[in-house]
């Protein structure tokens, strides 16, 4: 088994479990749900947000998905939407394939995903016949992330101040 890794937010270290691949382009976990592990071939997949992918969104407060179980899935088409402390934002599935099921408990109540991301956390499950080649192991997505972390870290500085520019200037408008 692959080991697992560390990426360091601050404060906050992001756990990336060496028995999970992951899709980086949407910072999401991945493995077969029968429980028979990561190894590469078509099946029913689970996925889920990366420790990453929830340190940076805070708590999640709501989530919905545009699609039903049965429902056919191209990889990068909107699935759903997500509230986060931080941000709405729009979600992007991540492989094609059918949804087979989706965590109904988290339509409920969301908090799972804060408090047990890589368990009762998990998002959907989607039956892919070929397998997602793009997934990468944990220590590839940490290398990842280490290598956007630069950029990651101006996009959010960048929004705090547009948010910041945005208050000043419509106090400014009022006054």
């Given amino acids: 088994m692959a080991e697992d890794q560390i990426f360091a937010i ?13 899709a980086a382009t949407n910072h999401l976990w991945a493995t077969l749900a029968d429980g028979s592990g ?14 990453y992918a929830i340190a940076l969104m805070k708590d999640v407060y709501f ?3 545009s699609f039903a179980p049965g429902m056919p899935l191209a990889q990068l088409a909107e699935i759903g939407h997500i509230e986060t402390s ?3 934002s729009s979600l992007y599935c991540p492989a094609t394939g059918k949804l087979s099921r989706v965590n109904d408990a988290l339509l409920e109540d969301p908090s799972a995903i804060n408090t047990d991301g890589h ?4 998002l959907y499950e989607i039956e892919c016949d070929q397998a997602p080649n793009h997934l990468i192991d944990a220590a590839a997505y940490l290398k990842h992330l280490e290598d956007n972390w630069d950029h990651t870290q101006r996009v959010l500085k960048g929004g705090i101040n547009s948010i910041v520019d945005a208050e000043e200037n419509n106090g400014e408008a009022g006054e």
């Fill in 10 to 22: 601050g404060k906050h270290r992001a756990l990336l479990p060496g028995n999970l691949l992951y």
């Fill in 38 to 51: 990561i190894s590469m071939g078509p099946g029913v997949w689970r996925f889920g947000f990366t420790s």
């Fill in 63 to 65: 989530l919905d998905w």
């Fill in 86 to 88: 931080k941000a709405e």
């Fill in 119 to 122: 368990g009762q956390g998990w």
